[in-house]
Nanobody
Framework: QVQLVESGGGLVQPGGSLRLSCTGSGFTFSDPFTTYAMSWYRQAPGKERELVAGISTSGKSTTYRDSVRDRFTISRDNAKNTVYLQMNSLQPEDTAVYYC??????????WGQGTQVTVSS
């Protein structure tokens, strides 16, 4: 059974940093027979879920939404079956539930349960 578990969320003051982690079980990030592109999404109250950052299976290719490009960094450690999101210079508008997603090479998506990030003074 594929599972993704996020951690690292919390309350932080504006300008602060957090590092989110997402660890997968029931599958292998570096499965030789398929690919697992990983992404972080977020959803603020009353808003649609939006893509924050994505990373290819190898980790060589990344993508970011414009508003976080110079502040967030996505990375992955396939040996640990974990993807990270380093978030710096956090702002109140970054407040949301952050979700991890695995996109299997077949096109199937797997989602984590989310972790709350609140940026407030």
């Amino acid at each position: 059974q594929v599972q993704l578990v996020e951690s690292g969320g919390g309350l932080v003051q504006p300008g602060g940093s957090l590092r989110l982690s997402c660890t997968g079980s029931g599958f292998t990030f570096s499965d030789p027979f398929t690919t697992y592109a990983m992404s972080w999404y977020r959803q603020a109250p009353g808003k649609e879920r939006e893509l924050v950052a994505g990373i290819s299976t190898s980790g060589k290719s990344t993508t970011y939404r414009d508003s976080v490009r110079d502040r967030f960094t996505i990375s992955r450690d396939n040996a640990k079956n974990t993807v990270y999101l380093q978030m710096n210079s956090l702002q109140p508008e970054d407040t949301a539930v952050y979700y991890c997603k695995a996109l299997q090479g077949t096109g199937r998506n797997y989602w984590g349960q989310g972790t709350q990030v609140t940026v407030s003074s």
